[in-house]
């Protein structure tokens, strides 16, 4: 009992500080490799975005699963599930005949295979429609994913000079203009690329839009790739939480301030990242 707390209290503090494209994506892969094939047997929600009848789902396959951006995907037959868990949302996966860790209350998506069970806890969207219509509406409203076959840096650099009067620290968080870019990865985005989040784009050069594109792709797969291992994201970080500490590149102190209009979390040195 002692364990099975602990593990579940560990597994709720990472998802708190980090639902960003990463973590979506790792998600996808999980239930791609576990779920894939399996048929479903039952599936239940409470969501109001339910445009198609969940009774079509029953007797089909799970084909795949994927993620773009900060959204996660289950594929069925023509339909599809979407996910977003935002903060306090998460994804996990039962033998059938295995208890839930949480109360059915926080029960937003149930799909019962003929193995194994998918449950989705607290998270604030679940979508069930064609798949045309979700795979249409995401690529409409996101710019592209780091993580994706679809990923285009140009596209990308594009999308942030459209911008010029934004700060970079506002717009790189904005989903249409790169997906899955959270407030951990901006931070440390903007770190790496020595670039300070209150400077307009329209003051940047090309070669550090270009950076902050490169940084954003890098740094998402050694997210991924941290994620996928099991392994804390801690260590790769120069400046997120660093609340009073000092920057390992220059010893200069790190800052905290919530930058406007967004109000979120921002740690920069103010000596690597000067304005
Ligand atoms: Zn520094």
């Not at 795979?135 to 000079?161: Q, T, V, Y």
């Not at 594109?213 to 997210?223: A, C, G, P």
Request: a positive charge; glycine letters at 4%.
């Amino acid at each position: 009992m002692l364990v099975a707390y602990a593990t579940f209290k560990r597994v709720q503090l990472s998802l708190i500080i980090m639902v960003e494209g990463p973590t979506a994506k790792a998600y996808a892969i999980r239930i791609r490799n576990e779920l894939s094939g399996e048929i479903i047997r039952e599936v239940f929600t409470k969501s109001k975005r339910v445009y198609i009848s969940l009774d079509n789902l029953v007797g089909k396959r799970i084909l795949s699963s994927d993620s773009i951006g900060k959204n996660i995907l289950l594929f069925i037959d023509n339909a599809a599930i979407r996910l977003h868990l935002m903060m306090y949302g998460s994804i996990h996966i039962y033998q059938l005949n295995e208890p839930l860790l949480k109360p059915k209350s926080r029960v937003r998506l149930l799909i019962r295979g003929a193995e194994k069970k998918l449950v989705a806890y607290n998270a604030p969207i679940v979508e069930v429609d064609k798949r045309d219509r979700i795979l249409k509406k995401l690529r409409r409203d996101l710019g592209p994913d780091p993580l994706s076959d679809e990923w285009s840096r140009e596209e990308a650099i594009r999308n942030i000079m459209k911008f010029p009067e934004e700060k970079i620290g506002v717009i790189i968080l904005d989903q249409s203009v790169i997906a899955g870019i959270g407030n951990i990865l901006r931070n440390e985005i903007l770190f790496r690329a020595k670039v300070n989040p209150e400077k307009k784009v329209i003051d940047l050069s090309r070669r550090e839009v270009e950076r902050i594109v490169s940084i954003s792709e890098e740094l998402s797969r050694e997210f991924l790739r941290f994620k996928l291992e099991h392994k804390r994201i801690k260590p790769l970080l120069f400046v997120y939480n660093r609340y009073k500490g000092k920057c390992r590149i220059c010893g200069a102190p790190i800052k905290f301030y919530m930058q406007k209009p967004i109000n979120r979390k921002t740690f920069i040195c103010e000596n690597c990242q000067k304005m």
